[in-house]
């Protein structure tokens, strides 16, 4: 194989058959090159529907407090246990890098709106930025509670779908001031959550204003945090149980809370919903990879046939060979050297071709469903590799059976 | 330099069988140049390709140059035509994406001669046969003459033993064939063994000694006076 002479050897034939050459890697390179592309299409499309189907794909975690159950380092049971900001910071701190989306809220259960002679009774929440992408909030006019309403304590609201049609009616909202629990707030946005009226009758600000307003000092209700999405349903499960458990010792820690107390700090987890969402991309994907293992098949079944014609070419230079003193493997392993190296060749240059393309044109491509098509190098080149050892074999027994010809029926081959 | 004795071969055709070579015995001495005639059918390139270890024979033995040819594998075989043998074919035979020079250099390559050694040697044997301008030319653009000078160039590029020539004048007009045996005699008159065989009677005029063949048994074989092809050009 790396004998100097059989390369020039090589070279000479591949040189002096340009037309053979050009077919058989022109073949191979656009068979890389379908393939390749089809793996990126597969790829934007599953990009797309996970897109469509991101908020299903959350990992909603909600932490409660309680009162504890157990007595624990001299303490009774019985105890109150009291969230306060620093828990919230605590939570960021040491989980930071693994969890998405981060809010806490303070919430008033009920609490009475009014806009001149309409009123009704909402659940009032102070909230951070982030508590939209909690809870799926879509905006319809306006904007979220920000930053700025937090660290300014403004007295904006966002108010629900609900609440504004059972205020506002036809009225546009935006910039008008609603009467709640006495103090005027003013609207800055109205929502829609997947959730329904239940979820769209509440009156949302930020944290700070409402732990000020309402006189809540550092207190917090729950703690709430998504965790991002992960290559599947059984990694997300252990990641979210490993974090779960982590975050409930120190919680437990920080509170003198008994490790056996179920009562006093309360998770909950909303993963068993996203499995179904799990399932649907691992199902496109399952698609995607069965129709480009059908191509690649393909792929070598072309490649195969064509050995086998090249062989039937050559079956004439074969008998010359021969007659002149060619070893049968010599013969096998020039014609091998010959077709692995132009498979090789070309099979490189359809998959740059490949993801040139992807990389130039893809970006383009933005459909509904489709969007950001890629592949991944390691696939890519994977597959052109498989392709030049499946040439390689399918091509070793024409070649063999090439060599095993006698000469005398060879020569006399037109 | 050639030992055969009772040589048989038949091939299975369907369900008959065909017996080509009815038991030979033939032998020739080093540096002799010797006509095989014979019609179609006669079993002459049967023999040919026998001798030249193309194809293998039922029965009998065959000596060449002191060494018994028989139970051949591929590989030995590939390395008894490369040593021992040079082939010239009435179809040429010339590898057509491969210059002159290179057709010539071909059987040093399988002799693992290193290429700047094969080119020199290749070169002085294009030189022999007149062509030494046309090596770098391919076989489509030599005329059918200065194909068959490449591949005698190229049957003696190898230095074999003995040179096998089937119909070597067969697609070639009476002039060419004529320039071509004039090579072949010359190269015969430095002492080179060579077997040609042949159904013209003028070319079999032209070796030495020449072997009639007839369904398969040598009828008749006796030296012969030789006529130059020079005269005749």
Redesign the interface.
């Known amino acids: 194989m790396f004998s100097l002479e059989r390369w020039l050897e090589v070279f000479e034939a591949i040189s002096k058959n340009k037309l053979r050459t050009f077919l058989t890697g022109f073949s191979v390179a656009t068979g890389i090159l379908i393939l390749v592309l089809l793996l990126g299409v597969g790829e934007g499309m599953k990009n797309g529907v996970e897109e469509q189907f991101q908020q299903d794909a959350t990992n909603r975690i909600s932490v409660y407090t309680g009162v504890t159950g157990v007595e624990y380092k001299g303490l009774n049971p019985g105890r109150r246990i009291q969230f306060k900001n620093q828990d919230y910071d605590l939570l960021v701190k040491n989980f930071g890098d693994e969890i998405e989306y981060k809010s806490s809220v303070y919430r008033i259960w009920t609490g009475l709106a009014s806009y001149k002679d309409k009123s009704g009774s909402y659940r009032l929440e102070g909230v951070l930025p982030d508590y939209q992408f909690l809870e799926n909030a879509g905006m319809i006019q306006g904007r979220f509670i920000n930053e700025e309403d937090q660290e300014a304590f403004t007295k904006n609201v966002v108010i629900g779908k609900k609440v504004r049609d059972e205020l506002f009616e036809d009225e546009n909202p935006l910039g008008k001031l609603i009467e709640v629990r006495d103090i005027n707030f003013k609207v800055v946005g109205v929502f829609q959550d997947p959730g329904g009226d239940r979820e769209e009758s509440k009156v949302l600000m930020s944290l700070a204003t409402m732990q000020r307003v309402f006189g809540a000092g550092q207190d917090i209700r729950n703690l709430s945090f998504t965790l991002p999405k992960e290559e599947s349903f059984d990694i997300a499960l252990k990641k979210s149980n490993a974090l779960i458990s982590k975050l409930e010792a120190m919680l437990k820690a920080k509170h003198t809370v008994s490790p056996i107390d179920n009562s006093a700090i309360n998770i909950s987890n909303s993963i068993e919903n996203s499995k179904r969402f799990y399932d649907l991309t691992a199902n496109i994907k399952l698609f995607f990879w069965l129709i480009g293992l059908a191509s690649l098949l393909a792929g070598i079944i072309g490649v195969s046939n064509i050995m086998l014609i090249i062989v039937k070419e050559r079956t004439k230079e074969i008998g010359i060979r021969k007659a002149l003193g060619a070893k049968p493997m010599s013969i096998v392993g020039m014609v091998l050297h010959e077709s692995i190296f132009v498979t090789a060749v070309s099979g490189f240059m359809g998959l740059i071709i490949g993801l040139v393309l992807l990389e130039f044109v893809g970006p383009m491509i933005n459909t509904e469903f489709i969007s950001n098509p890629e592949v991944s190098f390691n696939i890519a080149i994977s597959t052109v590799i498989v392709l030049v050892i499946a040439g390689a074999i399918a091509g070793f027994f024409p070649a063999w059976r090439g060599a095993k010809i006698k000469p005398i029926n060879a020569l006399r081959e037109e | 330099m050639i030992e055969i004795k009772d040589l048989h071969k038949s091939y299975k055709i369907g369900k008959n069988s065909l017996h080509v070579l009815k038991g030979i015995n033939f032998s020739v001495e080093e540096g002799e140049l010797v006509a095989i005639m014979g019609s179609s059918g006669s079993g002459k390139s049967t023999l040919l390709?026998i001798l030249?270890m193309?194809?293998e024979a039922d029965l009998g033995t065959y000596h060449l140059d002191g060494v018994e040819i028989k139970n051949l594998t591929?590989?030995t075989a590939?390395?008894y035509?490369?040593?021992f043998l040079g082939?010239i074919?009435q179809s040429f035979?010339?590898?057509n994406?491969?210059s002159a020079l290179?057709n010539v250099a071909?059987?040093l390559?399988?002799?693992n001669i290193?290429?700047k050694e094969r080119m020199e040697r290749a070169m002085s044997y294009l030189e022999k046969v007149g062509l030494a301008d046309w090596a770098k030319h391919l076989p489509n653009e030599l005329s059918g003459g200065q194909k068959q000078r490449v591949a005698i160039a190229?049957a003696l590029a190898?230095q074999p033993k003995v040179i096998l020539a089937d119909e070597l004048t067969g697609a070639l007009d009476s002039t060419t064939s004529y320039e071509i045996m004039n090579l072949i005699q010359e190269i015969n008159d430095e002492g080179k063994t060579i077997l040609v065989v042949t159904h013209e009677d003028d070319i079999a005029h032209m070796t030495k000694r020449i072997v009639n063949l007839k369904d398969g048994v040598i009828i008749d074989d006796r030296k012969v006076k030789q006529v130059k092809a020079l005269e005749n050009v």
């Open positions: 390709n030249g193309l194809d591929e590989k590939a390395n035509r490369n040593k082939f074919f035979n010339l590898i994406y491969k290179d071909l059987p390559y399988y002799q290193n290429r190229r190898g």
